[in-house]
């Protein structure tokens, strides 16, 4: 008995490891690829007006939507899908199992895109009116999307195991073409229309590589025949789609109100903004990857314990890297863009602190896919997305495109709320700490408000990092030693 526990300790540990590389593995292999984004800001900055680089960003908004009608949204039921049909290498029916209902949804996003396409060509002026998208750059928005889609399933499929080399390697190869691709066609071909040569580089990249995905997908299994495992992926994912579609008003509208409401140039400043909410956006991504998958685990062993402490120990963490963020906003808005971008300072403290909530909310979420009750996580973005536009709509036109930042803030943290409300309605009972996220989203708040009133007090910022910084290892340090086990496993 006493070797049983040994050993059941001893492979704890070892799974225990496993995730922890994971997260760091995800989380390093993500800023590696941001860092390549960020290195060529200054450069697409500088090459790129400000009226371009608007119309480059709201280009990508609206692929977001696109991309969440044209996939979907069923990579959300991958991890369900997983525990659902197991592995033929764990006595599950071939051609029946998880990786044949993987390759399954992928004819379904090849059949959708090919619907997409027929439609933007038939109907494209109605469309090109209503987008202010000329036909070539509404083709190019479905193929987009599409590569998207693709690139999405794939690295659902490969968080689920913690494949995060192969992550790393096709969101490398995606970004490193984009990049070539897009200077090229800037420099060398669209001298004019610059956008355009931004939107075909960034487009080429990512389809080349969803066209190697699916090859990858089908090598490994064919697509199976039997229709009853798609069904009920789209069942369980159709309700994501309004949920998905109110994410991107959430994290995208305000761009295209502004646009509307404003200028090309002022959308420019205000999505530059957004590049350094991408730092938190990328941090979260990175863990969210390792955090779903091992969520469910936790709590189909009902290890609930586990469950109420690292999330604990998992937001507060998160609180004091965005609130460093936030107050070294300024000095990394000047670094990456030139002088003309420098309104940015301003939206960008809100914007990163919205970016805090969004994260938050892919706590209590978890509960919520766990337990397959899509239908309430699309009610409570659906609403937080309804009450961004109505404060957009009313506070843009009164006091400019630096409001939207502050509506964003407060939807995202109604985001979060509603979907915390919802979480325990489905569970039945609190799984996580009311005092530590009460604490956290009372923490971002006050952060929001000192990076306004020091704005101009580098010194006094820099000192509150380092202490923010300080007090953050040192509890990790005591309570986790994450990056203490990480070198030893490395050794």
Known sequence: MENMGTNDKTREKKAGNRVLKAGIGYTIGNYLLKGLSFFTIPIFTRLLTTQDYGKYNVFLSYENIIFVLIGFAIHSSYKNARYRYGLASEGAEKGKDYHSYVSTTICLVLCSTAGWLLAVNIFGDAIENFLQLDKVCLNLLVLYAFGNAVMTCYNTDAGIDYRYQKFIKVSGINAILN???????????????????RILGSTIAIVVVAVNIIIEFWKREKPCKDLSLLKWGVKYSIPIIPHGLSQIVLNQFDRIMIMKMGTDENAGIYSFAYNIYAIVQVTANSLDSVWGPWFYQKRKDNDLFSIRKYSGYYASYMALFSSAIIFMAPEIVKILASENYWDAIYSVIPIVAGGYFAFLYTIPSCVEYYYGKTQYIASGTIMAAIVNIILNFVFI??????????????????????????????EGKILFSNKVMLGCSAGIFSAVILGNVLIDHIILRILVVLLLCGAGLIHEEKTLGILKRFWRSNR
Do not use: C, E, P, R
């Open 179 to 197: 990049i070539l691709l897009s200077l090229f066609l800037i420099v060398f071909v669209f001298q004019k229309d610059k956008y355009i040569g």
């Open 397 to 426: 036109k009164k006091y400019g495109y630096i409001a939207a930042a502050y509506t964003t803030l407060a939807a995202y943290f109604l985001y979060f709320l509603l979907h915390y409300l919802i979480a325990i309605k489905v």
